[in-house]
């Protein structure tokens, strides 16, 4: 069932296993037994395809871990692993429907084993919640999960831990009542050495190394020892003095008469066995190899390969159901047409100092490259094989997202989030609640502004009432200014200097008079110009509130003209007149300008919180792991918080949306279709980096600090509080590649432009949008494929 061959793993420079070699046969169960640090649960990583090898070969049933067409991962194994990864908000039948849609079982099917289960393991009523359980009863549930679909291979990572003594022992028996076919092999870690009696073999780890493989009576009787702890201990103590080597010539010897290989035919020509990919000549020279039959001891079979029919020097032999690299020895190539994946590099060398290589290429998968090193001369040969439509079918199996994954995972998060209302609410109402705080208290006009004035004028007709009303009427609601007249300008400007003033208006004695005089003649000198206008000193700390006051006196002085001039205002007024706007209103405010960037900020900062730990957490309790095990690849795993996601937010941009227009009543000339669709492609935008933070940061800390830190610079860069042409060049062009700059502009020219796709911004802020998803989607992709192994 497993096959280990001179497996090495390291993680830098800290080696994990150490030439590891292992078998478990098919239809028993193997104790692998070790303290706590030896590599176990490295090793069982390694075998379910979730770490790679350094050095060596395994097989799983037949085939490689992770091979195209091959169940493991996937449903041909059952894994528990060292951690309890159980979704807390599920239900105990939950997580069995959850693992048995992963597996392809269907609901009946899972429904037949969730009931056996329970009454097998113990488990209380199927409808109690994971978290409400014991450590021992969840331990069970895991469990349970393992055996859900009745696997070929089961892999137990300490699954007797916390267990009581009577469920322990009815465990050991369930797992040796289905072996009694053949049909399935366990392997299982454990603490409890003399738990491991019960198995049929048992591998004694220590350091990334086996010390001995063998069944435990056999063991006990060769070390003369009662307990398998003692034999455990003989050989931690010996095993760092000496090392047995095995006799070449003896081993072959034993696997000839093992595997009923015919004498003469060994006798007449070369046999070469071949230990762990590494080719022993019997004679000192490369003998000549045609018309000779060559044997490969591989595991626990010899198999022969070929007889090669030329005497050439350069051959690349591959194992033909698998299209791995074992050997090379003749100068004829076989290869599985099978082969998709990228062949490992393995390196032979021979007596005579000749050594080769080979790899697939990357750019056609069906192309085979062969390497041959002769002399410090590079030779290159290429041969092509063409792919049937079976490998085809084969390759989509294996590498295309299969929908039941998808839809798994989709039921997994939508029962997650039923389980958590208070959550669900508050992620609904959340934008809802920051749009409304955006629109009220950004944009609209400062009001009760204090001002004083200080008014010189003692003459029986004064204008200065008249002027003062008119600021009054065009602020009265808009922004409120209250006046608080001052005899002398000393006492304003104390006022205003202590705080109690944004701004002080001064009249001088002859104000009135002066007016007229210098409105009669143009040509009046400086001291009339001086007594006819008005004074305005303004706290200039606070900008918005020193333009408002600056543009209501201006308007009112305006209306004063206006009324005391009549026809003839226009000699007192500037010589420009401002027709009705192109786009927009005559009045605009700063809320109509920053209301769409809010929105689309908004709508990708939430999705960028909602899944910037979509992966953190589960990996970190084993979940993620236990996916990928199942069957699981990294492109099914993003679809699908994709797509789930994409429900949560369907409800988010339609509350905001609402509010937006009828409560705000922010304009649209544009398509509402248009709004929609780049609002939504801003949010798979923000799901998509979300996703790559989940996928590259391990921690939940990190990857809340990097969400939090990446707000306020594309904020700030994208236009969205503050015009990009205010920003100096050398960073505009980093705002310009900004995923929200040309977004915000497109979406302000559909709402209050009307344009559509004819116009280049709007176009642009759709392309740039999309370009930036598939970017993050493919880059969360390959960070976790990677992060796999």
Not at 230 to 242: G, M, N
Not at 318 to 323: K, N, P, R, S, Y
Not at 598 to 613: E, G, H, K, M
Not at 752 to 780: D, K
Request: one cysteine or more.
């Amino acid at each position: 069932a497993i096959e280990c061959e001179r497996v090495s793993m390291s993680y830098g420079k800290l080696n994990i296993l150490n030439n590891l070699n292992l078998t478990l046969p098919q239809g028993q169960i193997y104790g692998l037994l070790g303290p706590s640090g030896c590599g176990k649960t490295a090793l069982l990583r390694c075998i379910l395809g979730r770490l790679k090898i350094s050095q060596g070969h395994i097989t799983v049933l037949g085939k490689p871990p992770a091979f195209p067409g091959h169940a493991v991962p996937g449903k041909m194994v059952g894994y528990m692993p060292q951690d309890l990864a159980l979704y807390e908000e599920f239900t105990i039948s939950d997580t069995f429907m959850f693992f048995g849609r992963l597996h392809g079982l269907t609901s009946k099917e899972t429904e037949v084993r969730i009931a056996f289960l329970i009454d097998f393991l113990e488990l209380p009523e199927k409808n109690k919640l994971v978290k409400n359980l014991s450590g021992g009863q969840r331990r069970r549930v895991s469990l349970g999960a393992a055996l859900l679909q009745k696997p070929q291979l089961l892999v137990l990572d300490e699954p007797t831990v916390g267990v009581d003594p009577v469920l322990r022992a009815r465990i050991w028996q369930h797992l040796m009542d289905i072996i009694q076919d053949g049909k399935v092999s366990v392997i299982i870690t454990t603490h409890y050495i003399e738990e491991a009696r019960s198995a049929n073999m048992v591998g004694l780890m220590r350091n990334g190394k086996l010390l001995a493989e063998a069944p435990p009576d056999q063991l006990m009787q060769y070390h003369q020892a009662p307990t398998l702890e003692t034999v455990f201990l003989k050989l931690c103590e010996t095993s760092d003095q000496s090392s047995v080597k095995l006799d070449l010539n003896t081993v072959t010897q034993q696997k000839k008469q093992q595997y009923d290989i015919d004498e003469d035919d060994a006798n007449k020509h070369e046999v070469l066995p071949i230990l762990h990919g590494q080719i022993q000549w019997k004679s000192a020279n490369r003998p000549q190899l045609k018309g000779r039959k060559v044997y490969f001891f591989r595991g626990s079979r010899w198999k022969e390969r070929y007889t090669s029919r030329s005497t050439g020097t350069t051959v690349f032999c591959l194992q033909d159901a698998t299209g791995l690299l074992y050997c090379s020895v003749a100068s004829t190539v076989y290869v599985s047409p099978i082969l998709q994946t990228l062949i490992k590099h393995y390196h032979y060398n021979r007596g005579i100092g000749f050594k080769h290589t080979v790899a697939n290429s990357l750019k056609n998968k069906s192309v085979l490259h062969m390497y041959c090193y002769d002399n410090d001369k590079i030779k290159k040969k290429q041969k092509t094989w063409k792919l049937s439509s079976m490998d085809w079918k084969v390759w989509g199996k294996h590498h295309l997202p299969k929908l039941r994954n998808i839809a798994a995972l989709m039921i997994k998060t939508f029962i997650r989030m039923m389980r958590q209302p208070g959550f669900c609410c508050f992620q609904f109402l959340l934008p809802v609640i920051q749009i409304s705080l955006i629109c009220l208290c950004l944009g609209g006009e400062p009001k009760d502004l204090p001002v004083a004035v200080v008014n010189n004028e003692t003459t029986n007709f004064s204008l200065v009432q008249h002027l003062l009303s008119h600021l009054d009427k065009h602020s009265i609601n808009q922004v409120r200014i209250h006046f608080q007249v001052y005899l002398n300008q000393s006492a304003a400007f104390a006022g205003a200097q202590d705080g109690n003033y944004w701004g002080i208006i001064g009249f001088e004695a002859n104000f009135t008079q002066d007016l007229f005089l210098r409105m009669e003649n143009p040509k009046t000198d400086e001291k009339i110009v001086d007594g006819g206008s008005v004074n305005v000193w303004l706290d200039m700390t606070n900008q918005q509130i020193a333009f408002t006051l600056e543009q209501k006196l201006q308007e009112a002085f305006e209306g004063f003209i206006k009324d005391t001039l009549g026809n003839r205002s226009y000699l007192a007024s500037l010589p420009v007149k401002f027709e009705d706007p192109i786009y927009g209103s005559k009045n605009p405010n700063f809320t109509t300008f920053i209301a769409p960037g809010a929105i689309l900020s908004i709508t990708f900062f939430l999705a960028v919180a909602l899944t910037s730990l979509a992966f953190v957490v589960e990996r970190k309790e084993g979940l993620l792991d236990r996916c990928w095990v199942a069957g699981v690849n990294s492109l099914e795993m993003m679809l699908a918080h994709l797509f789930s996601h994409l429900f949560t937010m369907t409800i988010q941009i339609t509350l905001l949306l609402t509010f937006i227009f009828l409560v705000f009543k922010i304009p649209n000339e544009g398509s509402l279709a248009l709004v929609i669709m780049l609002i939504f492609l801003q949010g798979i935008t923000g799901i998509s980096l979300g996703l790559v933070i989940s996928a590259a940061i391990d921690d939940e800390q990190s990857a809340n600090q990097v969400a939090l830190g990446i707000f306020y610079p594309i904020l700030v860069i994208s236009g969205i509080i503050w015009p990009i042409e205010c920003i100096p060049y050398p960073l505009r062009y980093l705002s310009i590649i900004s995923p929200q700059t040309y977004s915000a502009e497109a979406l302000r020219s559909i709402l209050y432009r009307g344009w559509g796709f004819n116009h280049v911004t709007v176009w642009s802020g759709f392309a740039i949008t999309l370009a930036w998803s598939t970017f993050f989607l493919i880059l969360a992709t390959i960070i976790l494929k990677k992060s796999i192994f």
